[in-house]
């Protein structure tokens, strides 16, 4: 998976304290620490800022945010909310962090695009509108 923005250098990104712990106790997990998506949410972990929740910007997509983002390709918007694996359902747009697309999106800002390989081989580029709802922003640091 590349998480690369139109520049071609690496995008920023920001993480919440409490996302990372929640994150890092996940794939500490037996079962997926030889995932491959485990392996390559791991790498973005480890580049990200890592900020107190109260102080992540609205606009970046964290744990739980609900996202508008647009297909570059084709123009088509998404609406997507980044979950934990068990709390993910394709039909209601939850996308699961270990997904490609999420582990992608986490800690991208507003404007920021990201490319990644599809099932197939098809290259497909996301660039982030909106974020519509982020707990830290709404201060809901429970969920």
Not at 91 to 110: D, N, Q
Not at 116 to 130: I, M
Request: aromatic share 2%; glycine share 6%; hydrophobic share 40%.
């Amino acid at each position: 998976m590349s998480n690369q923005p139109t520049s071609g250098l690496p995008p920023s990104l920001i993480i919440s304290s409490r996302d990372l712990a929640r994150l890092e106790a996940l794939l500490d997990s037996p079962v997926l620490s030889r995932h491959p998506a485990a392996i390559a949410l791991m790498d973005e972990l480890n580049r990200a800022e890592v900020l107190p929740p109260e102080r992540v910007p609205a606009d970046v997509v964290t744990m739980h945010s609900r996202v508008e983002c647009e297909d570059i390709a084709t123009g088509e918007d998404h609406v997507l909310t980044l979950v934990y694996p068990n709390e993910a359902d394709v039909e209601k747009g939850r996308v699961s962090v270990l997904a490609p697309v999420g582990s992608a999106l986490l800690g991208l800002s507003v404007g920021q695009s990201i490319e990644w390989e599809a099932p197939g081989g098809r290259t497909l580029k996301l660039r982030v509108r909106s974020v519509r709802y982020q707990p830290e922003a709404a201060g809901d640091f429970h969920r």
